[in-house]
C-alpha cells in the first residue's frame, strides 16, 4: 500500500472521528433539549463579534466646515434643520427587505465525433516470394475504428420572493457621512426559529422621512434568511452522510 493512500486512510480516519465527536456533543445537547423550546440568542454588540472587521471604503478629503457672517448655514451640511434619521452610531433605522428574483434558463450541447484509421501493406519488397505471406507480413498493420457522442442538457427555474422589515442599528460612521448598519432578528414559532441578518452601508440622503431605507439602496447588502429548530433539523442530512459526500470519491 502506498504512502499516499495510507495518507488519505489517515485523513479519512481523522475526520470520521472529529465528525463523530461533534455529533456526540451535538447529540447531547439536543438531548437535554427534548421538550424544549429552542432558546434566543441573547442581545451582544455587533463590533465584538468574532470575525468582525470596521469597513473601509475609499474616501473623499475631509472638507473643513467654514461659516459665514450673519448666516445659519455652514458648508457641508446635509440639512438646513436637524431631523430624528439615524445618523450616529448606536442609532436605529428599519430595514425594507423587498427581494423578487426570478430567473429562467435553459441550454443544451451536443456533441458526436467519428473516426476511423485503416494502413496496412498489401505487396512488400519479396513478399510474394515467401512461401504465405500473410502470415509474415499481414495485409493489414493497423485498423481502429472509434465513435464518440456527448448530449448535455440544464436549465435553471427558479423564483425567490422575500418581504418584510427589521430593524438595524449603526455600528460605525465612514469619513465620508455614509453609515454601516447591520440588524439581525428571531422569530420564534412554535418549536422553530426564524433568523433574518441585514448588513450594509447606506447613505444618510437615502434614508426616509419616516427613518426606513430600502434593502436595494444598501451597499455591499449582506441578507440572510432562514431558521434553526425541529423543522430545519429534520431537512438537513444526517453528520455522517455529510462526511462521506465529502470523502467518498464517487
Known amino acids: ?24 456533543c451535538s447529540s447531547i445537547d439536543r438531548l437535554s433539549q427534548i421538550g424544549e423550546k429552542p432558546k434566543l440568542t441573547e442581545i451582544e454588540n455587533p463590533t465584538t463579534q468574532p470575525g468582525y472587521k470596521p469597513v473601509q471604503m475609499p474616501m473623499p478629503k475631509p472638507e473643513q466646515a467654514s461659516y459665514n457672517a450673519n448666516s445659519l448655514w455652514r458648508n457641508g451640511s446635509r440639512a438646513f434643520f436637524k431631523d430624528q434619521r439615524a445618523a450616529r452610531v448606536g442609532d436605529l433605522l428599519t430595514v425594507t427587505v423587498n427581494i423578487t428574483d426570478k430567473a429562467n434558463i435553459a441550454n443544451e450541447t451536443q456533441r458526436s465525433r467519428t473516426s476511423k484509421e485503416d ?3 498489401t ?51 465612514l ?40 434593502s436595494t439602496k444598501i451597499a455591499q447588502a449582506r441578507i440572510a434568511y432562514g431558521g434553526r429548530g425541529q423543522i430545519t433539523d429534520v431537512q438537513q442530512p444526517r453528520y455522517g452522510q455529510q462526511v462521506m459526500d465529502v470523502l467518498l470519491p464517487f
Open 175 to 214: 469619513p465620508n457621512g455614509n453609515l454601516v448598519v447591520e440588524g439581525k432578528q428571531e422569530i420564534r414559532v412554535n418549536f422553530e426559529i426564524r433568523e433574518l441578518i441585514v448588513a450594509g452601508i447606506v447613505r444618510p440622503e437615502d434614508i426616509q422621512s419616516d427613518n426606513t431605507i430600502d
Open 123 to 173: 505487396d512488400f519488397i519479396g513478399a510474394q516470394t515467401i512461401t504465405q505471406p500473410n502470415k509474415i507480413l499481414p495485409g493489414r498493420l493497423l485498423t481502429t475504428d472509434s465513435t464518440s457522442s456527448s448530449d448535455g442538457k440544464g436549465s435553471v427555474n427558479r423564483q425567490e420572493a422575500l418581504q418584510t422589515n427589521v430593524a438595524a442599528v449603526v455600528t460605525q460612521v
Open 1 to 24: 500500500m502506498s504512502v499516499t493512500r495510507l495518507n488519505r486512510l489517515a485523513l479519512s480516519g481523522v475526520m470520521l472521528s472529529l465528525a463523530a465527536l461533534a455529533s456526540g
Open 119 to 121: 494502413s496496412g501493406i
